[in-house]
């Protein structure tokens, strides 16, 4: 009869090891997989990104354009990078909806038994939200187009443009999934995120000239941190030009990843 011999410490080492950053970034990948696969099974993910910059692009543009800039043409260049900041920026809030649900149905109760980084989970879907956001910027810029909307930065003011918006959403992202992490609900996550998007994406530049507002609220728009990126996505996509609104926006959203990626996954860590 043959006796094994099992060494606990070595397998409890085995089992309590770190995953390598290659390992975290195959799991990142699989969970965005997942998601994505979700996502095709379930169209009505897209509903708010393809019918959104489609309603708030041909309303604004012919509500506003006359009363604004006198026609609807002359109101394209202020009011498209506006709505490319928004739709993107108030996208980014269905991340923090989707993982209250997943975490309320028990489904990150199956990843606890899992040898996976913590970040994994987290952070999968939000890579595949890049997609989204993606989505939405493009169809944006494509109506606008549409309507009569030339950016004088070209193709490469566009990509630019785009990719700011989407980093800038993909960062804020991390804020609501940290909500999501401690909000009892979906409905408390969905009702909480608009209370925070909705006045800095409205009470910002990207709808009217600053020049034109009240003092009081002129000085909050300025110092808003969405006028920067509209600001930035203006200078890209109508001159393809770099400017510091560019900079301070980059500099912004990697700030708020350090700070809300480790802290979100410490939340989740709460759940396990």
């Not at 609807?72 to 809030?93: E, F, N, R």
Request: aromatic share 10%; glycine share 6%.
């Amino acid at each position: 009869m043959t006796t094994i011999t099992i060494d606990s410490r070595a397998a409890v080492a085995r089992a309590q090891s770190r995953p390598s950053p290659a390992d975290t970034f195959r799991q990142i990948m699989i969970m965005a997989w997942r998601a994505t696969k979700k996502m095709r099974r379930n169209p009505e993910q897209f509903f708010d990104v393809t019918l959104q910059p489609v309603l708030f692009t041909v309303m604004f543009a012919y509500i506003f354009g006359g009363a604004i800039s006198g026609d609807v043409k002359s109101y394209l260049p202020l009011m498209i990078p506006g709505i490319l900041a928004q739709t993107v920026l108030t996208t980014s809030m269905a991340t923090g909806t989707q993982l209250r649900e997943d975490i309320d149905k028990g489904v990150f109760d199956r990843f606890r038994s899992l040898p996976m980084a913590r970040i994994a989970p987290l952070a999968g879907p939000m890579v595949a939200d890049l997609l989204r956001y993606t989505i939405a910027a493009t169809i944006t810029f494509a109506i606008g187009i549409a309507i009569g909307y030339r950016p004088g930065g070209g193709v490469l003011g566009v990509v630019a443009a785009i990719l700011l918006a989407v980093f800038t959403g993909w960062s804020l992202a991390w804020v609501f999934t940290c909500l999501g992490t401690v909000a009892r609900s979906a409905q408390s996550v969905q009702g909480i995120s608009m209370m925070i998007m909705f006045p800095l994406t409205f009470l910002s530049n990207a709808f009217v000239p600053v020049n034109t507002l009240p003092g009081w609220l002129a000085a909050f728009v300025r110092v808003n941190p969405v006028s920067h990126l509209v600001s930035a996505d203006r200078d890209l996509a109508n001159g393809a030009h770099v400017s510091a609104e560019a900079g301070w926006t980059l500099v912004a959203s990697v700030a708020v990843i350090v700070v809300f990626a480790p802290l979100a996954v410490r939340l989740y860590k709460r759940h396990l």
